[in-house]
T-cell receptor
Framework: AQSVTQLGSHVSVSEGALVLLRCNYS??????LFWYVQYPNQGLQLLLK??????LVKGINGFEAEFKKSETSFHLTKPSAHMSDAAEYFC???????????FGIGTKLQVIP | DGGITQSPKYLFRKEGQNVTLSCEQN?????MYWYRQDPGQGLRLIYY???????QKGDIAEGYSVSREKKESFPLTVTSAQKNPTAFYLC????????????FGPGTRLTVL
C-alpha cells in the first residue's frame, strides 16, 4: 500500500524567504504525486501534479516540486514567500489504476511579515 | 461556472439523528469522492464512486452511507451509528479516476450536539 509522510505539521517563514515543504512517499510502482493547498474553511485546490513527464513540476502561484526517485521525495518549494501563501498544504500519492489517493496529514504554512 | 457545491456549509445535529450532506457537480465528471477531515489527520476517504449506480467503501466507511443515482450528485448520509461524526466533510470529483486531478467543494462542517 502507498503512503505519504509530510515532515513538519507547522512551518513558519518570513515574507520573502524560501518556502520548503517536505513530502516523502512510498509506492510499489511509479506513483502519481500531487500537492494541494487549502485556505481556512475551504476545499482543496491543486497546486501541481507529477505524472512522470518531467521530474521538475511547476505549479500555480510560483510553486514547484521536484520528483526524486532515489530519495522517494516530492518536496514543494517557492523562492519567495508571500503573505497570501499562508495556508495548509497537502501532499498526496496514488499508484494509479484503481488504487485510491492517499493524503498526508498536511503542513500549515505561516508567513511572518 | 463549473464546479462543485456542497450544502449546507454548517450543519448541527442532535446525537442519534441521521443527517444527509449534499454534493453536486456540473463538471461532467464520472468519479466522485467523500472525505472526512479532522485536525492533524489529513483527509480520510469515506466513500468513492467511479460511475453512476456504483460506489466503493473507503478507509472509514462505517457509520456512513451514500448513493449515486445521478452523475452530478453524490449525497452522504451520516447515520447514528457513526460514533464521532463531528468533522469537516469534503466532497470532490475527478474526470474518471484516481490519477486525475480532484476538484473539491467548499466543505460542510458538521457538529453533533
Amino acid at each position: 500500500a502507498q503512503s505519504v509522510t509530510q515532515l513538519g505539521s507547522h512551518v513558519s517563514v518570513s515574507e520573502g524567504a524560501l518556502v520548503l515543504l517536505r513530502c516523502n512517499y512510498s509506492s510499489s510502482v511509479p506513483p502519481y504525486l500531487f500537492w494541494y493547498v487549502q485556505y481556512p474553511n475551504q476545499g482543496l485546490q491543486l497546486l501541481l501534479k507529477y505524472t512522470s513527464a518531467a521530474t521538475l513540476v511547476k505549479g500555480i502561484n510560483g510553486f514547484e516540486a521536484e520528483f526524486k526517485k532515489s530519495e522517494t521525495s516530492f518536496h514543494l518549494t517557492k523562492p519567495s514567500a508571500h503573505m497570501s501563501d499562508a495556508a495548509e498544504y497537502f501532499c498526496a500519492v496514488t499508484p494509479g489504476g484503481y488504487q485510491k489517493v492517499t493524503f498526508g496529514i498536511g503542513t500549515k504554512l505561516q508567513v511572518i511579515p | 461556472d463549473g464546479g462543485i457545491t456542497q450544502s449546507p456549509k454548517y450543519l448541527f445535529r442532535k446525537e442519534g439523528q441521521n443527517v444527509t450532506l449534499s454534493c453536486e457537480q456540473n463538471l461532467n465528471h464520472d468519479a466522485m469522492y467523500w472525505y472526512r477531515q479532522d485536525p492533524g489527520q489529513g483527509l480520510r476517504l469515506i466513500y468513492y464512486s467511479q460511475i453512476v449506480n456504483d460506489f466503493q467503501k473507503g478507509d472509514i466507511a462505517e457509520g456512513y452511507s451514500v448513493s449515486r443515482e445521478k452523475k452530478e450528485s453524490f449525497p452522504l448520509t451520516v447515520t447514528s451509528a457513526q460514533k464521532n461524526p463531528t468533522a469537516f466533510y469534503l466532497c470532490a470529483s475527478s474526470i474518471s479516476g484516481n490519477t486525475d486531478t480532484q476538484y473539491f467543494g467548499p466543505g460542510t462542517r458538521l457538529t453533533v450536539l
